[in-house]
């Protein structure tokens, strides 16, 4: 379901909308009784009546004392919404290597609504020229977001982000050594030898590959086989490691880097 929204560059407003730009593929399971394989439900039920309640009949209620509650409507959540909150607001640019990966939530595609084609345009290819990034606010639900928009050659993502405050330190700091000119010589090859560019379409979950023809052959009534595992190295020395390691990519050889294309560039 498309976010009708509105993109706010300075004076300029161009009326938006935001489809998801991803999807889950994964298999999804039911819980089931164990003894007799029948589907477990779940119902809301009233804690003071214990009769069950639809989706109708439940409100948010906001707790400010202990079992007192003030009911909150969507209503009362839109007139305290200011113009501003009603749009993806630009607040200023950037560049996107400013921004680490762990800020990044979820991701949407911008498509220009009637009336914002030739303001929508105009910004991305300012911003692709620019090489820049828009970070921008809106409010999705009862969230002020941080947003950013990053500019493609066919259109223009925006990316949910989580503050500064929602992200965790790391659970344990590691001591970093000193790297050996040699090892860091041998560890660099290695990287050479495995690069290619990078193919979106080259990538497949291989795992819910062997998921369903687990799940086919136990419909079928045939046993489940356990896949041939791959032999690995009993090497323990770093640079046998990185030597040998080297030497198999080698003979392996690169992966149709001649075919292999970006799918998409960043602006």
Known sequence: MAIKSAISFG??????????ATRDN??????LHKDDHERIRYKKTCGHCGEEV??????????????????????????IKTEKDRTIHIMHFATLDQISPVYYEKTYHAIPEMGGDKAF????????????????????GSKETLLTLIP???GLLVQTMFYNDEIKELPNSYIK???????????????????????????????QERLRTMIA????????????TENRS???????????????????????????KPKAKTG
């Open 54 to 79: 639809s989706p109708s009949d439940i409100v948010k209620g906001f707790e400010y004392d202990k079992d007192k509650y003030v009911v909150i409507t969507e209503a009362d959540m839109e007139k």
């Open 121 to 140: 345009e105009l910004l991305r290819t300012a911003m692709i020229d620019e090489q820049k990034i828009a970070i921008a606010k809106t409010v999705i």
């Open 11 to 20: 004076l300029v407003h161009i009326p938006i909308s935001l489809h998801n």
């Open 177 to 207: 050594h000193d790297v050996d000119a040699t090892q860091l010589k041998m560890a660099k090859s290695l990287i050479s030898s495995m690069e290619q560019p990078f193919d979106p379409s080259a990538y497949k979950d291989e795992y």
């Open 152 to 154: 493609r050659e066919d």
């Open 234 to 260: 009993n090497v323990i020395d770093l640079m046998e490691a990185l030597r040998e390691s080297v030497e198999r990519s080698k003979k392996a050889g690169p992966k149709a880097k001649s075919n292999s």
């Open 26 to 31: 994964d298999i999804s399971f039911n819980q």
């Open 217 to 228: 052959d136990k419909i079928s009534g045939n046993e489940v086989v356990s896949p041939s």
